[in-house]
């Protein structure tokens, strides 16, 4: 059921895979009464990550891309490939002080207080066609602070992808309208 398909068909075959049997959920973690969807056990497993990315990457098959722009950290590992499935660019998304050239930065809420994250201003140029990943999205907070990364970028965005959302918090309410795809919904 799970063997890798190396003639392109492993989406088909990923339409019958329960990808969340794959999450682990691991209570109070990072802090108390928060639920983590860990997707380590995923990514460990071949041939599942490599459905997911088909699953995530099917969506944009006749959508131009010209970059998908990851956040970190996991964010990272779905996007990169991701951007190598859907053959385009990867601009990373990094938290404050990781990234050398000149920056634009967004602030995010955190539980308490406020981070930043910031992108080399040369990283989309006016009018290119980016797709927003990260791993999860939940309040939806970190996805909006991208949005306005690349609104200064006057980049075009062509949609947000999620390996999963949190639908409870109703995060994607915070992405005025940007067509979203999670595979996973909890
Ligand atoms: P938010 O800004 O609230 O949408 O949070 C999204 C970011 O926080 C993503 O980069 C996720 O990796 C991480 N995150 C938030 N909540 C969870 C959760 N319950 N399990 C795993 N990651 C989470």
């Not at 006749?62 to 970190?72: G, P, Q, R, Y």
């Not at 996805?143 to 994607?172: D, P, Q, S, W, Y």
Request: charged share 20%.
């Amino acid at each position: 059921m799970l063997e890798h398909n190396t003639s392109g068909g492993s989406q088909e075959i990923g339409q019958s895979v329960d990808f969340k049997s794959y999450c682990r959920d691991v209570l109070d973690f990072p802090k108390q009464g928060i639920i983590f969807r860990d997707i380590t056990n995923l990514l460990k497993n071949g041939p599942v990550f490599m459905m997911a990315i088909d699953a995530m990457a099917l969506p944009y098959k006749d959508t131009m891309v010209d970059a998908v722009v990851a956040i970190e950290a996991r964010g990272f590992i779905i996007g990169a490939a991701l951007a190598y499935r859907l053959g385009c660019g990867l601009v990373p998304v990094r938290k404050q002080g990781k990234l050398p050239w000149q920056v634009y930065q967004a602030a995010y809420d955190l539980e308490y207080g406020q981070d930043h994250l910031e992108v080399h201003q040369d990283a989309v140029v006016p009018g290119q066609r980016v797709l927003i990943v990260d791993d999860v999205i939940a309040t939806g907070g970190t996805a909006a602070a991208v949005i306005r990364l690349i609104k200064e970028m006057r980049g075009k965005i062509v949609g947000a992808a999620f390996l999963a959302e949190l639908t409870a918090l109703n995060g994607t309410e915070k992405l005025l309208g940007i067509p979203v795809f999670s595979l996973i919904k909890y």
